[in-house]
Structure formats: structure tokens, C-alpha cells
């Protein structure tokens, strides 16, 4: 049994380890998804969301680990498939000693890998199951199709020796594992019937995050932002590369070019606002004149003007330009922290924003009424 819990172990720290790489990977298409559809990101959708995709790393995981060596699966005279269904039951009661009529046969049956191999195929995609009804809201016929799917993607990985990777296939390809798995499946849609009891159902976190669409709070002008920030950045390299200019000054036009010129021409959009549905207005609701964007994002950047033009200034003196960046990210983030404790303390708003006279507002619902911002 400890062998069993072994074998079975490896494959889950191998997706605890592979897991925040992947979700780190997945995790801006996912939150700018969720603002186009739904206006905001919802907690709940995305703990059900990445806890699903944990769940299909350590189900992928379970049927292919632990690899073993090539040349010794070379050697294999095994059989690759068994195609005779309800095998395993005639394994158990082989191999496992149970003997219906002897009560003392039944607990060492119960800890034999003939009675833990169907359960674990059993178990496999239970969850599975879960996750099709209570979040996708599939049907039953919808979930038995796609619970016997997935187990046959997993069946058929392994007998094409992972993708031809190996020599031939290094598990078997058993039906009783399609039946299991598929089951198993079923089972899980039965489970997931009662979960809006305790759970919100899936039509309430939409209902909810569409609520929420309406106020463009901290985390979305941090996703526009960050959004914003790596296409300045982009647009900086050609005046470095080609015209050789200081690379803080470089930054300092791309981003005063982009920042006020595009929502100027755009109605108060940039890529990342119009991603994350949201649009730069006027406090009457108008559209944010060139003055006012001007002004805006002067007053946001002042630290960034300061050092780009003191980077200029020096261009010619013998001057160790690394500390310019290092001071310039310093004061950045002086400046936020303070302006963030001074816009909590008023209308959630950040200096620039009132000195300005604009706001971001939600273009969710394609409305056109101002809305203040608030913290999601």
C-alpha cells in the first residue's frame, strides 16, 4: 500500500511544481477574458477555473509519471492493450485473495493494488464530472461524452508511448479504464446536483461580476496599466535602437506619445483600457479633451519627466547612468503609495485624477454615465 501512496505521489509534486508556472502564464488572458466578458473578475470563478486546471495537471500527470528509462522500456514484452471488459474484477478476485465466504480475506483485498487500481480509475474523474455540471453546466449525456473523452485521451497517451516519444508504450491500454474513468464521471455530475445548496451556482457569479462591471476599480487600472506599460516599452526600442537616444528619455516620448495622444484620438481609450472596457471621461461624462489628458498624465508622470530630463541633461558628463533608473523607480513608487493613501481617504480617486478632472470609467453595458471608481 505504501508502494501505491509512492507512485502516486510523484505526479502530484510534479504538477505542485509545474502549476504556478503555468497559471502565471495563463493568468493576463485570463483576467483581460474575464473584464471583456463579464465587466470584472470574479474570485470564486477563478478559484473554481485554476483549481480545474490543477486538477487536469495532476490527472495528466498520474497516467504518464513516473517515466521510466527508454532502453529498458525497449525490452518490454508485456502487452500493450487489454480489451476485455470487467477484467478487473476477475483480477481482484485472483490476485487479491477475496473469498466472499472468509471475513479475514477482505481487509488484506482491500489494501491489494487489484482493488486500488479500479478505484483510482474510479476516482480519477470524479472531479471532472464536478466541474462539467456545476460550473459548465453540461447536460448528463454532455458529461458521460466527455468524461469518456478524456479517458480516452489518457488511454490513448499512453498507448502511443507518450506521442512516440518511447520505443512503444510503457502502460496498458485497458477498456476497463475507459468504463471506470467514464463512471466515475457520472458520479461526479451526480455530486455536483447538490452543490448550489452550499455553493453560488454559476448563473449568481455571473449575475455578481456583472454587478461589479460597472466600477473600474484598483485591479483594473493595474491590468490596463500593466498592458499600457509593455507596449510603451515596445514602442521606446526603435528610438533606442535607431536614433540611439537615452533610454529613460526614449521611454519618456513613447510614453507621453501614447499616453495622451491615443486617448486623445480614440475617445478616452487605450489598448489596455479597451481591453479591460473602460475609458477616460470627464467628470461631467464628456470626452476628455487634449488639455485635460495633458494635464492628467503630466501630473502621473512627474516623477518619469523629472529624471528623463535630468538623463538628458547629464548625456554628455561622465555619469553612471544606471543610478537614474534605480532613483526613477524609487520615486515612482513613493509617489504611488502616497497618492494611493490620499485617494483612499477621498472619493477613491487618485490626485491626478482631480486635478484633472477625469475619471476611468466602465464601458461595460455601453454606458455612457460616469461612475466613480471604487476598490474591487
Excluded at 183 to 202: D, E, N, Q
Excluded at 294 to 323: C, H, K, M, W
Aim: hydrophobic share 50%.
Amino acid at each position: 500500500m505504501q508502494a501505491i501512496m509512492e507512485r502516486y505521489d510523484m505526479p502530484i509534486e510534479a504538477a505542485v511544481i509545474v502549476f504556478p508556472i503555468v497559471a502565471f502564464v495563463l493568468t493576463m488572458p485570463y483576467v483581460v477574458y474575464n473584464y471583456m466578458r463579464y465587466g470584472s473578475v470574479s474570485k470564486w470563478r477563478t478559484f473554481i477555473l485554476f483549481t480545474m486546471l490543477f486538477y487536469l495537471m495532476c490527472a495528466y500527470f498520474l497516467i504518464i509519471l513516473p517515466l521510466p528509462d527508454p532502453d529498458e522500456v525497449a525490452q518490454y514484452t508485456t502487452p500493450t492493450m487489454q480489451l476485455v471488459p470487467f477484467r478487473f474484477v476477475h483480477d481482484f478476485i485472483t490476485e487479491s485473495g477475496f473469498e466472499v465466504a472468509h471475513p479475514a480475506t477482505w481487509l488484506h483485498a482491500l489494501r491489494s493494488s487489484a482493488f486500488y487500481q479500479p478505484l483510482f480509475n474510479f476516482a480519477l474523474v470524479i472531479p471532472w464530472g464536478i466541474y462539467l455540471k456545476y460550473y459548465f453546466k453540461a447536460r448528463l449525456r454532455t458529461t458521460i461524452i466527455l468524461s469518456f473523452a478524456l479517458s480516452l485521451f489518457f488511454e490513448l497517451t499512453q498507448l502511443s508511448a507518450l506521442y512516440g516519444i518511447y520505443p512503444r508504450s510503457y502502460r496498458l491500454f485497458d477498456v476497463d479504464d475507459l468504463m471506470l474513468n467514464t463512471l466515475g464521471g457520472v458520479v461526479g455530475y451526480a455530486v455536483a446536483l447538490r452543490l448550489p445548496r452550499f455553493l453560488p451556482s454559476r448563473d449568481r457569479i455571473d449575475e455578481v461580476a456583472r454587478e461589479r462591471a460597472g466600477h473600474v476599480g484598483y485591479s483594473r487600472r493595474f491590468v490596463a496599466f500593466i498592458i499600457d506599460y509593455a507596449l510603451i516599452n515596445t514602442l521606446a526600442i526603435p528610438l533606442i535602437s535607431f536614433l540611439h537616444m537615452n533610454e529613460v528619455l526614449s521611454f519618456a516620448i513613447a510614453l507621453f506619445a501614447y499616453s495622451i495622444l491615443v486617448p486623445w484620438v480614440c475617445r478616452g481609450a487605450t489598448l489596455g483600457k479597451l481591453l479591460t472596457r473602460q475609458r477616460i471621461r470627464r467628470d461631467d461624462g464628456s470626452r476628455a479633451t487634449l488639455p485635460a489628458l495633458l494635464l492628467r498624465y503630466t501630473i502621473r508622470n512627474l516623477g518619469l519627466v523629472s529624471f528623463a530630463l535630468a538623463s538628458a541633461l547629464v548625456s554628455d558628463v561622465n555619469f553612471d547612468y544606471q543610478v537614474i533608473p534605480v532613483l526613477y523607480e524609487l520615486l515612482c513608487l513613493i509617489v504611488l503609495v502616497v497618492d494611493a493613501f490620499i485617494s483612499l481617504r477621498h472619493d477613491k480617486r487618485f490626485l491626478f485624477e482631480r486635478l484633472s478632472h477625469t475619471r476611468s470609467i466602465s464601458t461595460f453595458g455601453v454606458s455612457a454615465r460616469p461612475h466613480k471608481g471604487s476598490a474591487e
